[in-house]
């Protein structure tokens, strides 16, 4: 059952959530490639401040020349070796598509946190991996552990972009001097999300199952499936017969035959789950 602003919205399927999930993981893995290409461009040969004073004429496009050859990488003289000398533009670009990602992680984390609470009296449409008991007081009880830690550590990059951001602005004239503090982060970030990542699939998300008469028992008794019967009914008559069922508990199809707004062969054609969560 989809969800907006924690309420029951419209069907939606386990697939199509997972699905969303791995496009936005799939959008930030692009942006940090494109943000990798920017490291690529260096100031090598511009010696004190870019100016390349004492570097022998011809040495920072040969050196570049070799370094390509030796990494593998594609790596370039930048344009103007003073600006890049001083620029941090391309440290900061990398940090905030680690950050980006962390923030993707971390909503992902809080969402299989949600969608597997319970499991008697949360919305228990998913089943987690118990990795270990989760109270001494109360037993049974299992955390979801994994997700909590990868919220962690996705808070952790997160605060590190804001020193990183809070370094680069520091630099002065025609040096940055806190350049140390910036790679160090950086790495630690990269290292910490691959690593985050690597537990968040291999204990969580590789073992979760559906529940799927969850699943399916929300969808019924969900009053937002009279979305679907909008274009059929109309909307005030929907809207009449989400309040009636609100308030006596009763299903939304139940309230439709009542009021004999549509048949039986009608409504399920309508209230289909192939039709209400049909793509555009």
Not at 13 to 24: K, P, R, Y
Not at 33 to 48: F, P, R, S
Not at 88 to 109: E, Q, V, Y
Request: hydrophobic content about 45%.
């Amino acid at each position: 059952m989809g969800r907006t602003q924690l309420q029951d919205a419209v069907p939606m399927t386990l697939g199509q959530e997972f699905n969303a999930f791995a496009s936005d993981l799939g959008s930030e893995t692009a942006r940090i490639e494109d943000a990798c290409l920017q490291l690529c461009e260096l100031n090598l040969g511009g010696t004190a401040i870019g100016t390349g004073i004492n570097a022998p004429k011809g040495y920072a496009r040969l050196a570049i020349s070799e370094l390509a050859d030796i990494s593998g990488l594609p790596v370039t003289l930048s344009e103007d070796l003073i600006a890049a000398s001083a620029d941090m533009g391309a440290f900061i670009t990398f940090s905030s598509a680690l950050k980006r990602l962390a923030i993707k992680l971390s909503k992902l984390s809080n969402d299989l946190r949600l969608l597997s609470s319970g499991p008697r009296t949360g919305l228990g449409e998913i089943n987690l991996p118990a990795m270990q008991p989760g109270s001494s007081i109360i037993p049974g009880k299992v955390n979801p552990v994994i997700p909590e830690a990868m919220n962690q550590a996705a808070f952790q990059v997160m605060g590190t972009d804001m020193t990183i951001t809070m370094a680069a602005e520091a630099g002065q004239l025609q040096l940055n001097a806190m350049e140390p503090l910036i790679v160090y982060n950086l790495l630690n970030n990269a290292r910490l999300l691959e690593k985050s990542i690597r537990m968040l699939d291999g204990r969580c998300i590789q073992g979760i199952t559906a529940n799927k008469a969850r699943c399916a028992q929300h969808v019924e008794n969900s009053i937002g499936i009279v979305t679907a019967l909008v274009p059929h009914i109309g909307y005030e008559n929907a809207s009449r017969i989400a309040g009636n069922a609100l308030l006596s508990g009763s299903g939304v199809a139940e309230l439709v035959k009542q009021e004999k707004l549509l048949n039986d062969e009608e409504l399920a054609a309508i209230l289909s789950p192939d039709t209400m969560v049909s793509s555009i």
